[in-house]
């Protein structure tokens, strides 16, 4: 019904910049409330963003506030996440995430679908 596919992830120096893509394969990608999370070894999955079918409603977590915006493109069917000022800390898996009209949540289980997961390694 819904497929995920992350792209754009990579090897990227201390304080440097990257966008991350998600193509969704959804009948009606506008109902869709989206989110990225990402995840280290050895921890919990985090909220990272999310944003609403009309693009008009967004929210970030702590860690990423003022460095990383959310956005997306409903006549392409694919959300992005533009990250700046990279730290260390920020390497991890990242996950794009699907809320069949979600009102926006920064739970893991809100979301219906997921994609694969890409790799953002940031070096020192």
């Known amino acids: 019904q819904v497929q995920l596919v992350e792209s754009g992830g990579g090897l990227v120096q201390a304080g440097g910049s990257l966008r991350l893509s998600c193509a969704a394969s959804v009948p009606t990608f506008s109902v869709y409330t989206m989110g990225w999370f990402r995840q280290a070894p050895g921890k919990e999955r985090e909220f990272v963003a999310f944003?609403?079918?009309?693009?008009?409603?967004?929210r970030y977590g702590n860690s990423v506030k003022g460095r990383f915006t959310i956005s997306r493109d409903n006549a392409k069917n694919t959300v992005y996440l533009q990250m700046i000022t990279l730290k260390p800390e920020d390497t991890a898996v990242y996950y794009c995430a699907a809320d069949r009209e979600g009102l926006g949540s920064v739970w893991v289980t809100s979301y219906d679908y997921w994609g694969q997961g890409t790799q953002v390694t940031v070096s020192s």
């Open positions: 944003i609403r079918g009309s693009a008009l409603s967004t």
